[in-house]
């Protein structure tokens, strides 16, 4: 039964946009609210990385790589996660992973959603 799932990806050229959604189905809202949040990639040949991560109380931290493109995102209310991200860069070419550590307990991780850029 799925935890987590990613979508949005897909082939955009650059400098276009894309928003990747992360659905926690499962995650009661009390839960949820109270977890980090965070998205990661990871790119052929590389180990995965840290894009961006939401507290709960809303501290924002995103790579260098991504400042004053990216945004992260949470809606409680419907348990999703967004990253919205502009001026894409062929560098930015990954799978993108959606992660949830829940206070006190387990990390969920979902099976990614692919991001190329190219033209």
């Known amino acids: 039964q799925v935890q987590i799932a990613e979508s949005g990806g897909g082939l955009v050229q650059p400098g276009g946009s894309l928003r990747l959604s992360c659905a926690s189905p499962r995650s009661i809202f009390s839960v949820f609210s109270s977890s980090d949040l965070g998205w990661y990639r990871q790119a052929p040949g590389k180990e995965r990385e840290l894009v961006a991560n939401i507290t709960p109380g809303g501290t924002i931290t995103y790579a260098d790589s991504v400042k004053g493109r990216f945004t992260i995102s949470k809606d409680n209310s419907r348990k999703m996660l967004y990253l919205r991200m502009n001026n894409l860069k062929p560098e930015d070419t990954a799978v993108y992973y959606c992660?949830?550590?829940?206070?006190?307990?387990?990390?969920?991780w979902g099976q990614g959603t692919r991001v190329t850029v190219s033209s």
């Open positions: 992660n949830r550590k829940e206070a006190g307990g387990p990390t969920y």
